[in-house]
């Protein structure tokens, strides 16, 4: 199993971004390069990424109290937010998804289909009430991310040395923090969902670090624990962040 796929997934900023452009922060063309920059080329309906922006700029109610973008992430131990046998459900992939809200009770719901040529979205509406997500608040989830994180730490000094081809752990680990950040984030993202977003990706970075790059299986219970943690951290974090964008546009 590769750990990337329950640590990472280009959704957490491919949500912000959206976000970022309903609330007219970001410009659609510079949403469309980080979103080619996140997967390669879109398409929706087999026409360009702009024909989904529009279908969504169309149905977001951005006057919702509550997160007009919600990023969806589920793995071992950690169940979808979706309704279980709804077409959006059959349709989920490891990736995830991401619900934009809409009008009354009804949930858009976007899933996207990762591909060597690019990735193909699918649209899905529902108009019951989604499951209720965990709505971590931003201190809840660095904290028990941060609890994470130190034992992570602990971890991977328990391997150091013990592969001669990879002498340094530490510094495998600041690499693939920083792959994990690429593109980076849209203008105006909170600090407190940035902050979130960086510990999930250094605490992703360790454990990829230690069962794919050194090989060491050793810690894959405790490790593999913490995987909940660090898709919880990614869903706060989006949360907050486009609360906040939402708030700042009511101020205007």
Same mark, same amino acid.
């Given at each position: 199993?590769?750990?990337?796929?329950?640590?990472?997934?280009?959704?957490?900023?491919?949500?912000?971004?959206?976000?970022?452009?309903?609330?007219?922060?970001?410009?659609?063309?510079?949403?469309?390069?980080?979103?080619?920059?996140?997967?390669?080329?879109?398409?929706?309906?087999?026409?360009?990424?702009?024909?989904?922006?529009?279908?969504?700029?169309?149905?977001?109610?951005?006057?919702?109290?509550?997160?007009?973008?919600?990023?969806?992430?589920?793995?071992?131990?950690?169940? &979808? @937010? #979706?309704? $279980? +046998?709804?077409?959006?459900?059959? /349709?989920?992939?490891? !990736?995830? =998804?991401?619900? *934009?809200?809409?009008?009354?009770?009804?949930?858009?719901?976007?899933?996207?289909?990762?591909?060597?040529?690019?990735?193909?979205?699918?649209?899905?509406?529902?108009?019951?009430?989604?499951?209720?997500?965990?709505?971590?608040?931003?201190?809840?989830?660095?904290?028990?991310?941060?609890?994470?994180?130190?034992?992570?730490?602990?971890?991977?000094?328990?391997?150091?040395?013990?592969?001669?081809?990879?002498?340094?752990?530490?510094?495998?680990?600041?690499?693939?923090?920083?792959?994990?950040?690429? &593109? @980076? #984030?849209? $203008? +105006?993202?909170?600090?407190?969902? /940035?902050?979130?977003? !960086?510990? =999930?990706?250094? *605490?992703?970075?360790?454990?990829?670090?230690?069962?794919?790059?050194?090989?060491?299986?050793?810690?894959?219970?405790?490790?593999?624990?913490?995987?909940?943690?660090?898709?919880?951290?990614?869903?706060?974090?989006?949360?907050?962040?486009?609360?906040?964008?939402?708030?700042?546009?009511?101020?205007?």
């Amino acid at each position: 199993m590769r750990t990337r796929a329950e640590v990472y997934s280009p959704l957490q900023n491919t949500a912000v971004w959206l976000a970022a452009w309903l609330y007219n922060v970001e410009s659609t063309d510079e949403t469309v390069q980080a979103l080619t920059d996140l997967g390669g080329p879109h398409t929706y309906q087999g026409e360009p990424i702009a024909h989904l922006l529009r279908d969504v700029r169309v149905e977001a109610d951005l006057e919702t109290p509550e997160p007009t973008v919600r990023l969806i992430l589920w793995g071992p131990g950690q169940a &979808p @937010g #979706l309704r $279980a +046998g709804s077409p959006a459900m059959e /349709a989920l992939t490891p !990736a995830g =998804a991401i619900v *934009v809200r809409g009008a009354g009770a009804t949930s858009h719901i976007l899933v996207p289909d990762y591909g060597e040529r690019g990735v193909t979205w699918r649209w899905f509406e529902d108009a019951e009430r989604l499951p209720e997500p965990e709505w971590l608040s931003p201190g809840e989830a660095d904290a028990a991310l941060s609890a994470a994180t130190e034992q992570a730490a602990l971890l991977i000094e328990a391997t150091g040395g013990t592969r001669a081809d990879l002498p340094n752990p530490r510094l495998a680990v600041g690499s693939l923090a920083d792959f994990y950040d690429t &593109p @980076g #984030l849209p $203008a +105006g993202v909170t600090p407190r969902a /940035a902050k979130l977003f !960086a510990r =999930a990706d250094r *605490v992703a970075a360790t454990i990829e670090t230690v069962t794919d790059r050194l090989g060491d299986h050793s810690f894959d219970p405790q490790l593999f624990a913490l995987w909940r943690h660090i898709r919880s951290a990614r869903m706060a974090g989006v949360a907050d962040a486009v609360v906040d964008y939402g708030r700042e546009w009511g101020r205007r």
